[in-house]
């Protein structure tokens, strides 16, 4: 047997790394002669919370549109790993919600996930204790505040138990309280095992909840870094410009 594979007593054999979620290859995508994507190339790890970041009109919201399968890029392909379950849900900056009750809202979204009538009882009851929404839960649902309005929407994105959660800027027109109550949710929605990827500006934002961050600008990936990497030494000039609130062209 070789000495290479030999491990000494107390030393574990050395893990293979996990594959990722799922890897973006070559997205590209135009619209009135415009390049919004221009070859964006990423992998996601298979848990914690990745950053989108960059300034308007990076791509960041196309790129997630295009892994949630809303829009088909022009070329290039998002695969998923063997194992993945293809539940995918998204919370969008502005939520779309019925003209109903807070609990008819779940209820109805339950309903359309075929969750049977007997089991919708109990699955709304967890759903709105870990959204904070138990004492409103026979209030219209349009009359609630932006930020009730926002985890709400989580709640009726977690009725799939989604392996992948995507965020658009949930928390952009909240105050900083509702901002606090939205981020204490989407941590520990990410403690529970989902992936979840955020758009965001909010560098305090990023810094508070991110592992990783995808910096896009001009429709491509000028770093993929961890969080603590990224923010403490950004690589590119872009990158760096951005964390400083210089303003890109």
């Known amino acids: 047997m070789s000495d290479s ?9 050395p893990r293979k790394p996990a594959p990722p979620l799922l ?3 070559s997205l590209r995508y135009q619209r009135g002669g415009r390049e919004l994507l221009a070859g964006v190339s990423f992998e996601l790890p298979e848990k914690g919370i990745t ?3 960059g300034p308007n009109g990076a791509g960041k919201s196309l790129t997630l549109r295009i892994l949630m399968g809303l829009i088909p890029p022009d070329s290039g392909q998002v695969g998923f790993h063997s194992g993945f379950s293809g539940r995918i849900g998204m ?4 939520p779309v919600l019925l003209r109903r009750s ?7 979204a339950l309903r359309i996930a075929r969750i049977p009538r007997r089991d919708r009882t109990g699955m709304i009851a967890e759903l709105l204790v870990m959204a904070n929404l138990t004492h409103c ?3 219209a649902a349009r009359s609630l505040s932006g930020g009730e309005q926002q985890r709400l929407a989580m709640a009726r994105a977690l009725v799939a138990d989604p392996e992948l959660l995507l965020l658009d800027e949930p928390t952009s027109s909240l105050d900083p309280a509702a901002t606090a109550a939205f981020e204490d949710l989407t941590l520990e929605v990410a403690a529970k095992g989902a992936k979840i990827v955020l758009v965001t500006h909010d560098l305090h934002q990023a810094r508070r909840l991110a592992d990783d961050i995808i910096f896009l600008h ?3 990936v000028y770093e993929h870094r961890t969080a603590s990497a990224f923010f403490n030494a950004p690589e590119s000039a872009e990158a760096k410009a951005y964390c400083t609130g210089t303003l890109l062209t």
């Open 23 to 25: 890897t973006a290859e």
């Open 102 to 108: 807070v609990r008819a809202n779940l209820d109805h």
């Open 137 to 139: 839960a026979e209030n």
């Open 91 to 94: 919370v969008f900056q502005q």
């Open 218 to 220: 001009r429709g491509r």
């Open 5 to 13: 594979n030999v491990f000494p007593l107390g030393h574990p054999r």
């Open 51 to 53: 950053a989108l970041l």
